[in-house]
């Protein structure tokens, strides 16, 4: 019988050691870089959702990529498209975007409901992400993602347009 506290012992003793020496890494995490700006835009996507098949297009543009997916899960295909850009590009892409009239546009009842198809922007800058469905209903803002978008399709597949 002591011989099998002891083992037990030793058990607990080793699980307690293994986890403490998990537990002292050193090593931390990089933090990702701060922007100096709060009000400068580090990222858009613009997704369409929906549809009877259940299609759809998303597109990511960072500073320095740009990301395109697109399928239907009623015949599960799925594609993806990736890119490289440099800043003017990511320049010109944004120019059309006004920060200031972010927090004024306006999103529209989602048209997923009866088979159509949602169209979502969303864009973030360090100091907030801004989400609009729909937000074509909003003529008044609207241009300046139409204008994003028709920018966006001069560097896109013919596939992903």
Known sequence: ???????????????????ASFSCDT????????SK????????SVSHIGGTLGEYKIIKVTKDSVFAEKGATANTTHQEWASSINSDI???LISSINVKDLDHIKSSPSQQSVDGIDETFQ???PKKAHI???????????KQFQQFKERLDNILPKEYK
Request: glycine share 0%.
């Open 123 to 125: 864009i973030r800058t």
């Open 37 to 44: 700006n709060p009000n400068e835009i580090t990222f858009i």
């Open 1 to 19: 019988m002591p011989t099998t506290k002891n083992i037990h012992l030793k058990i607990l003793f080793s699980i307690l050691l293994l986890s």
């Open 27 to 34: 090593k931390k995490t990089p933090q990702p870089a701060v």
């Open 90 to 92: 990511w320049k010109f």
């Open 132 to 142: 609009y469905v729909n937000s074509f209903a909003d003529p008044t803002h609207y």
